[in-house]
Nanobody
Framework: QVLLVESGGGSVQPGGSLRLSCAVS????????KAWYFQTPENERELVAH?????STHYADSVKGRFTISGDNAKMYLQMNSLKPEDTGVYYC??????????????WGQGTRVIVSS
């Protein structure tokens, strides 16, 4: 069982920064796809950023130029700069193992809350 444990959320003022972390038990494989999602206070879920199994990064238009997804052999990260009130929500890390196979498997973090307000 792959466990994902998130940390780094908190409350910041507009324009501030946060760095979210997601520790992956057993490490991250080179073939894993990785992503960050979030839910707004209105309960709308959105894909924020992801890295394909081939290593390509993709971002939602709303966060391009402000957020950066990255990782090492044990953790995923989401660097969040120039935060806006509309970035407020619960952020979830996601890892897909077995990409390109008939039975890929999804693993999720527990969520970490980000609040951006004056």
């Amino acid at each position: 069982q792959v466990l994902l444990v998130e940390s780094g959320g908190g409350s910041v003022q507009p324009g501030g920064s946060l760095r979210l972390s997601c520790a992956v038990s057993g490490g991250i494989f080179g073939s894993d796809a990785k992503a960050w999602y979030f839910q707004t206070p209105e309960n709308e879920r959105e894909l924020v950023a992801h890295i394909t199994s081939g290593g390509s990064t993709h971002y939602a238009d709303s966060v391009k130029g402000r957020f950066t997804i990255s990782g090492d052999n044990a953790k995923m990260y989401l660097q969040m700069n120039s935060l806006k009130p509309e970035d407020t929500g619960v952020y979830y890390c996601n890892l897909v193992r077995g990409t390109g196979t008939a039975q890929p498997r999804d693993y999720w973090g527990q969520g970490t809350r980000v609040i951006v307000s004056s």
